[in-house]
């Protein structure tokens, strides 16, 4: 069955990085485009950024744009979503899923702070 483990969160300064991963099995990764989710608390689930199933077309949230990258490496199974110049309101548990699909993973917390 299809299988979403999210890691790479941690507690980071405004203005910082982290790089988050999501290592996908259980489906043929290659053929699916993929979205990165983000929650964050007493707030909906919203979509922070998506990459077809080459990794020729990315998508991301206003909120988002010209600080995060998202990719995907094909060979590895995995999708990352690089993040730069965190900021406090990108405090949220971030998920990573098969777009159009109800599969999620445990996420990863991200926790923006000073």
């Not at 995995?78 to 730069?84: A, E, I, K, P, S």
Request: aromatic share 8%.
């Amino acid at each position: 069955q299809v299988r979403l483990v999210e890691s790479g969160g941690g507690l980071v300064q405004p203005g910082g990085s982290l790089r988050l991963s999501c290592a996908a099995s259980g489906f043929t990764f290659s053929n699916y485009p993929m979205t990165w989710y983000r929650q964050a608390p007493g707030k909906e689930r919203i979509l922070v950024a998506g990459i077809s199933s080459t990794g020729g077309s990315t998508n991301y949230a206003d909120s988002v744009k010209g600080r995060f990258t998202i990719s995907r490496d094909n060979a590895k199974n995995t999708v990352h979503l690089q993040m730069n110049s965190l900021k406090p309101e990108d405090t949220a548990i971030y998920y990573c899923k098969i777009t159009g699909d109800n599969t999620w993973g445990q996420g990863t917390q991200v926790t923006v702070s000073s």
